[in-house]
Structure formats: structure tokens, C-alpha cells
């Protein structure tokens, strides 16, 4: 795929987070997200650099992996861990999708992997292969299906000692429980807390990075009520584009070096 002049591919030796925000394999409505998103500050308070291996957990379409593989490419490695497939189902479509993105610009993501987890006994490598593991709006999910205490468990075995996992979520309101909002799709702050500390991590780091104070966490649909899903269609649009994306969670956690 052929990119603009204006907007190149980033060349070895000068891969940046900047460059690669201004790069022209970046979609038009993935780059509109960058304002409710926060790529730049949300992977440098995770501390991701050119030369790591980065594990990301179920990048859907790839929204990250625009940023990530070619932030990656020249010296560094980044493998997108998705669910296998299983009766052509939502997992399907987006592994698809990501494969084929990857698959239509070689230039960026030739050497980015695609890796295939099993939901129920998941592994992301080999032991202490990675430098990081990210994961964006999935712990929700996990939680819902029963499986989130050994997503972590799999996220720690990956990680090198004093690696970084960071975790980004629908964060719910103060003092909620997991029982009342599980089902809106927003988490209480300390439960994922307490998911990566009973994996054996420990919490470095909290950012209001990626804050929505405007986010009132009781729609009609949960969180998808607000965008980019706007599960209501037409109904109030113009109140929820006015909110925002959701509020949410940053958490930056370490595998203590002892391990």
C-alpha cells in the first residue's frame, strides 16, 4: 500500500510516537479518537519504547495496532494475541480483520504476528518473552465471561521480571460493585486491581490520562450507549457524541523483578 508523500512511512532509525500519530496507513475515524483515546501519553506512562516486544491482548480491528506495530517495526516486536476463532462469531470477524489490514500493508505491519490464544487455558509466549503486555477496554469482557483471573495469571507468565502491564478500562462509579455495573460494561477501579495483584503484579502506577468527567456511567445500554458504539442509534445522538467516550481506568503494573 502506497502511503502520501506528506505522511511517509516512518523510516528505521527515526521511529517516534509522534511520526507514527501522523502516519497515513492511520485511518481518518481512527485518528478522530485520539482525542478520547490519548495514544501518545497513555503508551508513554506505560513506558513503551521502539526497541520492546509488546504483547497487545485482543486488538479487535486494530485500532492500537495503527500506532503499535510500526512504532515497533525497525526494532522492536509486536504481536497481537487474539482469541481462536470459534463458529464465525465476532472473534472471527475481527481476527479477520486485523489479518487482513495486516496482510494489505506490508511496509507497516509485515513483521507484526498475529497470535492465536485459547480463551480457556490462554498463553501469550514464551516464558518472560515480553517487555510489556497491553490490553485496551477487553477486562470488561473477561470479567463477564468468567475467564479474567487466568487472562492475568497468562499476562505475568509472558512478562519478563520488571516487565509492564498496562491496562486501560470503562472505570464505574466510586463505590460500586462488580455484581451492579458488570453487566453496563464498566469496572470497579479496585477489582482489576485486585485481578493483577492475586497474578502476582504489582500496582505502579494510576493516570486520569484517559478521564471523562462528563461520563454519568448510568445509560440506558451501559457503556456502549456513548461512542463510538451508540448503541440507540439516532435516539439523543447528539447528547452522547456531547459526553464522549467512556471514562476510564489507567493502570500501569509491574512484575516484580524477584520473579
Request: net charge positive; proline share 8%; no cysteine.
Amino acid at each position: 500500500m502506497k502511503h502520501p508523500p506528506a505522511v511517509a512511512a516512518v523510516s528505521s532509525g527515526s521511529t517516534s510516537i509522534d511520526a507514527v500519530l501522523a502516519g497515513g496507513w492511520r485511518s481518518p475515524a481512527n485518528r478522530a479518537r485520539d482525542v478520547y483515546r490519548h495514544p501518545k501519553a497513555t503508551l508513554r506512562f506505560f513506558g513503551i519504547e521502539p526497541n520492546q516486544t509488546v504483547v497487545e491482548i485482543n486488538p479487535s480491528a486494530g485500532w492500537y495496532s495503527e500506532v503499535l506495530a510500526p512504532l515497533l517495526r525497525d526494532h522492536g516486536h509486536y504481536i497481537a494475541a487474539e482469541p481462536m476463532p470459534s463458529g464465525g462469531g465476532e472473534a472471527t470477524r475481527d481476527d479477520s480483520r486485523l489479518r487482513k489490514k495486516f496482510a494489505a500493508d506490508p511496509a507497516e505491519y509485515g513483521k507484526a504476528k498475529v497470535l492465536a490464544y485459547d480463551p480457556k487455558a490462554p498463553v501469550f509466549g514464551a516464558p518472560a518473552s515480553a517487555d510489556a503486555v497491553l490490553t485496551f477496554r477487553n477486562v470488561h469482557n473477561w470479567a463477564e465471561a468468567g475467564t479474567a483471573p487466568a487472562m492475568f495469571k497468562a499476562f505475568f507468565a509472558v512478562l519478563r521480571p520488571g516487565g509492564v502491564l498496562g491496562v486501560t478500562d470503562h472505570r464505574a462509579a466510586p463505590g460500586a460493585t462488580l455484581e451492579a455495573v458488570e453487566a453496563s460494561g464498566y469496572l470497579p477501579t479496585d477489582y482489576v486491581i485486585k485481578l493483577a495483584t492475586d497474578a502476582g503484579f504489582k500496582l505502579v502506577g494510576q493516570s486520569e490520562i484517559n478521564a471523562n468527567p462528563k461520563d454519568t456511567k448510568d445509560y440506558p445500554k451501559g457503556v456502549w450507549t456513548l461512542p463510538p458504539t451508540l448503541t440507540l442509534g439516532s435516539r439523543d445522538r447528539a447528547k452522547y457524541l456531547a459526553i464522549g467516550e467512556s471514562d476510564r481506568m489507567t493502570l500501569r503494573f509491574v512484575k516484580p523483578a524477584a520473579h
